[in-house]
């Protein structure tokens, strides 16, 4: 993320904005969980579903 | 009836996140004007209430995030008030309770990878963020 901190006399306002390498964690952490969730679930038609979460 | 694996209701959510044993709050926060209100429009968006489970997966991630954020600004700053969350933003105060730059930069720089957090920068406050 990137974090952006503004300040005055009394208050310090931070901004936390997603960048691109935050997004990339974050499609990682995704597809990772959605594979251990179903890894689990022994779902077997996991690709069709796969497939239909891409779209 | 072939089952739907890629949507859930609030409520199936709900129970997940108490299944996981996740902080109580978190299920408060799935209400209008909460950190989850994005959640709450995706389910009233349709007439079976369902959300995307990959967005589900998403808020908890975030969320986690910046539940990190706020309990380490809250122990150093105290009260942490959270101004506004979009889908890719959130925004705090803290009274500065005279810290110094130096500080903030200090606990950005200690902090970064706790947050996530790549590249950060600091201001003096405009008139315009003000307004």
Redesign the interface.
């Known amino acids: 993320?990137?974090?952006?901190?503004?300040?005055?006399?009394?208050?310090?306002?931070?901004?936390?904005?997603?960048?691109e390498?935050?997004e990339n964690?974050?499609e990682i952490?995704?597809s990772t969980?959605?594979q251990s969730l179903?890894a689990k679930q022994a779902?077997e038609n996991a690709e069709a579903?796969l497939e239909?979460?891409e779209m | 009836m072939p089952t739907n694996?890629?949507k859930m209701t609030i409520s199936m959510f709900k129970e997940y996140l108490a299944y996981k044993q996740l902080p109580e709050w978190l299920m408060e926060e799935i209400q209008t004007g909460g950190l989850g209100d994005e959640l709450l429009r995706e389910a009233k968006s349709n007439k079976q209430g369902m959300v995307?489970?990959?967005h589900l997966?998403?808020w908890i991630?975030?969320i986690q995030?910046?539940l990190k954020?706020v309990k380490a600004?809250a122990l150093e700053?105290g009260t942490v008030e959270i101004?506004n969350h979009h889908n890719?933003?959130?925004?705090?105060?803290?009274?500065?309770h005279n810290?110094s730059?130096g500080f903030?930069f200090g606990l950005?720089e200690t902090r970064?990878e706790e947050?996530?957090?790549?590249?950060?920068?600091?201001?003096?406050?405009?008139l315009e963020?003000i307004f």
């Open positions: 993320m990137f974090a952006h901190m503004s300040y005055d006399d009394e208050n310090v306002h931070l901004v936390f904005k997603y960048n390498e935050y964690d974050l952490h995704k969980t959605i179903f779902v579903v239909e979460l | 694996y890629s995307r489970i990959l997966i998403e991630h975030v995030n910046v954020i600004l700053f101004l890719s933003s959130f925004k705090f105060r803290v009274l500065r810290k730059i903030l950005m970064k947050f996530a957090v790549s590249e950060y920068s600091a201001s003096q406050t405009t963020q």
